[in-house]
Every structure is written in structure tokens, then in C-alpha cells.
């Protein structure tokens, strides 16, 4: 059985009958166990030390009330991880994040946030050791970083934590509480709203206009950004030698799920990307095709263009357009390199570069129904080349596609 704890629940639970004890498991303070006998009402932690299932007597029922009992297994813990931890080096918030940084093959962006997340809202924490962490402390740091921040913020931290302690248990066999469970068992955890924003169709156009005053490097990126569906960090990614223009393939690196995304692209971009390409006098293949931070020109794009806009909105404007186009959700999650968990998706459903490419042409087609490229990108019309030169990747697997 499982119950929050407290004096009145234990009051009435009946007891044990014809010998058979039983046990009532608290659930705000995992570990801590009621064991029910016919005449007496026993507190327990229950833990594993080491690999091994650890039983320790906290003290009856009556002697200890509810609240003691919880605070009592709290310092049992404590007092089973010093036990147990080499004393001259105590394992420290800071040191198991930096061993977990080091163990994991994370990508920069995401040790960059993890930083930045521990140096904003962890800082005071970090020189502590781990098992001196108490649920107590995390539960009021997330409450005040919900009310003083936003439930983003809070729960970008009790992720953090919660990874940390994790790692710190499993690893080092460590006895450590549930933080996460802590905090949502008291009824403070507050889900992140899903961000919905996208730009609508009908809003296309203006949308569109809004970007001629733009610098051209502008113009061209949030023109791929959205017939793409690429990831903020695969445009910032993106070199000349990932863009095949003979072919008609982008080839996104590093992406989120740590394999390269091979995506066709439509006829029009590839026109665009073989003319800017033309403008800034052929860059190596080396070169960044746009450089860092282009979610920042999309910030300065939607401030001074009157349309709010984000580049992720506009990934979610690629997708929802191109399901209405397709009408086939997964080839749209194929197309912008999205993970499936559904069995039959993820082993059996196959697509050939004729089917990408096909979806990509008709939904760029849908975008050009509400753009004269012409006026958006004069620049790259102007200087139209006669007898072009194709860009061309270097990359086995753009073979094992167009073969």
C-alpha cells in the first residue's frame, strides 16, 4: 500500500490480522515504510547501500509522529552516505557535475546550457556535498525560482538537480532521495507550457514582406529556415560543403539525435543557394554559410518587421504545412530528422529520396504561392550567371541516396 503519511491515516488503519503484518510505503518521502503489526505501528527506511537492500528501524508509532519519522529518515540517509563516502573527498555538487559533463557524450549546446542553468540558479549549491542536499532545500529552491522566474526556469533547474542525483546514486551508489518526486508530491511542480507559435498562411505574405529591408544573408537564411524545418543549430552549423546544389541535398551534422540528416530541397532554394553562393564570391568549402547566432537575426527580423516570429516557430510552420500539404505525418517526421517511438514508424516505415523530394517540392510550392522571389531576392537575380556552377558535397552517404 502507498499513502502520504500522517498521524490521522495511521490512526485508523486497522491491524494486522492472524499474524500478517503489512506495510504502508509514504509517498513524500521515498524509502520511509510503516510496517503494521497487530499491536504496534513501526517507522522503516528502507534504502540499498552498496547494492544491497539496507532495513533500518526508525522507532514506533506514538514515540515518533509522522513528520519526525520523516525527518529522522532524512538524517538516516545522511548518515548512511557519510558512512560510506571517501572523507577527504567529498563528492560535491560541482564534482559530480563536472564527472557527468566528462562521462557523457553531450553535444557543446547542451553542456553550454547545463553551465549556464548551474552558474544562474545552482551556484550556492554547487560547492555543497550531494548528500547534504536535502529534498527540503530543492523543493524551496524550485518554488522560488517558479514565482521569482517562471515554471521554465524552475523546472530547467530541478532537471539539472535531478540529473545530478541520479547520476551521483547510480554511479557511485550513492543513497540519495527522489527530488523530482519530492517537489511534485508537494504539489508545487508546474508543467512548462508546449510552445505552439507558428505563422499562419494567411499571414504568409506579409510575413514575407516584412523581411525586404533585411540584409540579404537575412533574407536567404529565413527563407531556408522555413522550407527546410532546420534546427536553429544545424543552420548555425551549416558549411558550403554540406550543400550539394547538383543534387539538390542539404546534409545537417551534429544534429539532435547524433546522426546526419540528408534532406533534399526544393528546386527554388537550391536556385537561391547556388546564386548567394555566386554573390559572396564562392566561398571555401570550409566557410560557415550564414555563422553563429542566426536565431538573433530572426529576434532583430520580428522586432523591426511588426511579425513575432522565432525560428522554431517557423519549424513548426514547415511542419504543419507540410502535413497539410503531404498529409502524411511520417514522411514530415522524416523530413525534419524527428526520433518515433512507434514501433511500426521506427522499423518498418521506409522512405526513398524520391518520396523527400517530391514532399519537398510540393511544399515548397505552397510557400512560393505567397512570395515573388524576385522582389525578395532581387540581389541574387541580378547577379545571375549564365553558366553556373554547382556546389557538390563530398559525402559517402549523399551516394547511398542517389544511387
Known amino acids: 500500500m502507498q499513502s502520504p503519511l500522517s498521524d490521522a491515516f495511521i490512526q485508523r488503519l486497522t491491524p494486522a490480522e492472524n499474524g500478517r503484518r503489512y506495510e504502508v510505503r509514504d509517498t513524500k518521502f521515498p524509502g520511509l515504510v510503516l510496517l503494521v503489526g497487530r499491536l504496534k505501528r513501526t517507522f522503516y527506511l528502507h534504502t540499498k547501500l552498496n547494492g544491497k537492500q539496507v532495513k533500518m528501524r526508525l522507532g514506533e508509532f506514538g514515540a515518533l509522529t ?14 548512511l552516505n557519510e558512512e560510506t563516502l571517501p572523507r577527504s573527498h567529498p563528492l560535491t555538487l560541482q564534482a559530480i557535475f563536472d564527472e557527468y559533463l566528462a562521462a557523457r557524450r553531450l553535444r557543446q549546446d547542451s553542456v553550454d546550457s547545463y553551465r549556464k542553468i548551474a552558474r544562474l540558479y545552482l551556484s550556492d549549491l554547487m560547492p555543497l556535498a550531494i548528500n547534504k542536499i536535502t529534498p527540503g532545500m530543492c523543493l524551496e529552491r524550485y518554488v522560488k525560482l517558479r514565482n521569482d522566474k517562471s515554471p521554465s526556469k524552475a523546472n530547467d533547474a530541478l532537471r539539472v538537480l535531478s540529473m545530478l542525483f541520479n547520476y551521483a546514486a547510480a554511479v557511485h551508489e550513492m543513497v540519495l532521495p527522489n527530488i523530482r518526486k519530492r517537489v511534485v508530491i508537494a504539489g508545487a511542480y508546474q ?27 537575412y533574407r536567404v537564411m529565413l527563407f531556408l529556415a522555413v522550407t527546410t524545418g532546420l534546427r536553429r543549430a544545424e543552420i548555425e552549423r551549416l558549411k558550403w560543403r554540406d550543400i550539394d546544389t547538383r543534387e539538390g541535398l542539404i546534409i545537417a551534422r551534429e544534429t539532435k539525435n547524433h546522426r546526419d540528416h540528408i534532406l533534399p530541397i526544393g528546386e527554388g532554394l537550391t536556385t537561391i543557394l547556388r546564386r548567394y553562393w555566386e554573390v559572396q564570391n564562392r566561398p571555401s568549402p570550409e566557410t560557415a554559410v550564414f555563422g553563429a547566432r542566426p536565431d538573433r537575426w530572426a529576434d532583430l527580423a520580428s522586432r523591426k518587421g511588426g511579425i513575432k516570429f522565432s525560428l522554431h516557430a517557423l519549424r513548426r510552420t514547415f511542419v504543419s504545412l507540410g502535413v497539410l500539404v503531404t498529409g502524411n505525418i511520417s514522411l514530415v517526421k522524416r523530413l525534419v530528422n524527428h526520433a518515433s517511438s512507434n514501433v511500426t514508424e521506427f522499423h518498418y516505415v521506409r522512405f526513398v529520396d524520391h518520396d523527400l523530394r517530391k514532399a519537398m517540392q510540393k511544399i515548397e510550392a505552397r510557400f512560393l504561392r505567397h512570395v515573388n522571389l524576385e522582389e525578395l531576392l532581387p540581389e541574387l537575380l541580378l547577379n545571375l550567371i549564365s553558366n553556373p556552377c554547382h556546389l557538390q558535397v563530398d559525402h559517402p552517404l549523399v551516394e547511398d541516396l542517389t544511387s
Open 66 to 79: 509522522a513528520g519526525q519519522a520523516r525527518i529522522a529518515a532524512q538524517q538516516a540517509l545522511e548518515r
Open 191 to 217: 508543467k512548462t507550457p508546449a510552445r505552439s507559435s507558428m505563422l499562419d498562411e494567411r499571414n504568409l505574405r506579409a510575413w514575407f514582406d516584412s523581411l525586404k529591408p533585411r540584409p540579404l544573408h
